[in-house]
């Protein structure tokens, strides 16, 4: 099922949570909605979900006006962080309630419900834990029963609100690639929320990017991370450095004579810019071998294959560098160089995400 959010907007008292949003998702897309707490991604699932109304706009269901249709009638299924299981009911009792609560003129057989939950619980690998109760369950396994409860009644739209927040990291990144691979049997229409950058852009299709009730970016994982529109785009998604500097005439400059070539903006003549580079875009080299901003460095983690680095530019020019820097290297190159902490050295990016200072709140993309 295709889903249509037409200039979506709503308010709690003075609070803007969704601000003339617009988005268009594809019938057995798996989109993330992806943004900080506060910036509306839950309030819009709600929304579209039917558990929150709009103060303004509509939702459309392959092309049909749903702005007004009760929850019931969505035919939608819904995922919460904490589970929402049934503690006194059995996991089979938990799948088979939706398909028991139907009117009795939509509700299959007791033979059916069992056969369909059984299959179910085979699709989320756990029919062996039908006769057990939640209490006797992980929170992995408690968060896969709720989803086959969820696809029990055969939604058209899959709705997940920090699906695995309340997990710890391990079980968090084999029950996202086990989402992934669901989704691509299932292809039912998927849109779960995350405030976790690596999580959206593992499993979902295309991320919706979310700022102060507002749509910053849409796209594929790809695109929003190579090719981000905006500063708060490129600064939410994985860690990053940002220099101020100035772009003339095709050339960004950060200090200390490290330039950048900026071909696009061959016009610009004295530009304020920002320059956003990730650690791993960084070169460090001894103070005499290299050029670039010297820096100290001021610890050095070496975990597994890679090395990395807190390093504190010496008097920057003009200030164009952060007051702490952070490099990866891999670690076989770190021994290499043969430095230690409190050593000094020569920084210099690579290649930079730049964005011409148009005024203080709204940096043009470069």
């Not at 392959?62 to 702005?67: C, L, P, V």
């Amino acid at each position: 099922m295709s889903i249509e959010v037409q200039r979506i907007s709503k308010r709690f008292g003075h609070f803007v949570a969704l601000d003339d949003v617009n988005l268009h998702i594809d019938s057995g897309e798996l989109v993330a909605l992806l943004g900080p707490s506060g910036c509306g991604k839950t309030t819009l699932l709600r929304i579209i979900a039917g558990l929150e109304s709009p103060d303004a706009g509509a939702i459309r269901f392959e092309g049909e006006d749903a702005t007004d249709r009760h929850v019931r009638e969505r035919n939608v299924g819904f995922v919460f962080q904490h589970y929402a299981l049934f503690r006194h009911m059995s996991v089979f009792d938990n799948v088979a309630f939706g398909l028991r609560m139907k009117p009795r003129s939509q509700r299959p057989s007791e033979r059916q419900i069992r056969d369909k939950v059984m299959s179910l619980l085979q699709l989320v690998q756990l029919d062996w834990l039908a006769d057990r109760y939640p209490a006797q369950l992980s929170g992995g396994q408690r968060q896969r029963i709720a989803l086959a409860r969820a696809l029990a009644v055969e939604p058209k739209v899959l709705l997940l609100d920090e699906p695995f927040g309340a997990l710890d990291a391990k079980v968090r990144k084999e029950l996202r690639r086990w989402l992934r691979r669901l989704h691509d049997e299932l292809h039912v229409t998927s849109i779960f929320v995350t405030h976790d950058q690596e999580e959206a852009l593992e499993v979902a299709d295309r991320v919706v990017l979310m700022n102060h009730g507002r749509i910053e970016q849409v796209g594929s994982p790809q695109q929003v991370w190579e090719q981000p529109a905006s500063p708060f785009v490129v600064g939410f998604l994985g860690d990053v450095n940002l220099f101020h500097g100035r772009v003339h005439e095709g050339l960004v400059h950060l200090g200390d004579g490290v330039t950048l070539d900026l071909p696009e903006h061959a016009d610009a003549r004295d530009a304020q810019a920002l320059a956003y580079v990730r650690p791993h875009e960084l070169d460090v080299a001894p103070l005499a071998d290299g050029t670039g901003l010297p820096a100290r460095v001021e610890r050095a983690l070496v975990v597994g294959p890679l090395a990395r680095l807190e390093l504190r530019p010496l008097a920057p020019a003009g200030g164009a560098a952060p007051t702490v820097l952070e490099a990866h290297l891999p670690a076989e190159r770190w021994a290499a160089l043969g430095l230690r902490e409190g050593d000094t050295v020569r920084v210099a990016p690579r290649t930079a995400r730049v964005f011409l200072r148009t005024d203080e709140a709204s940096p043009a993309p470069v």
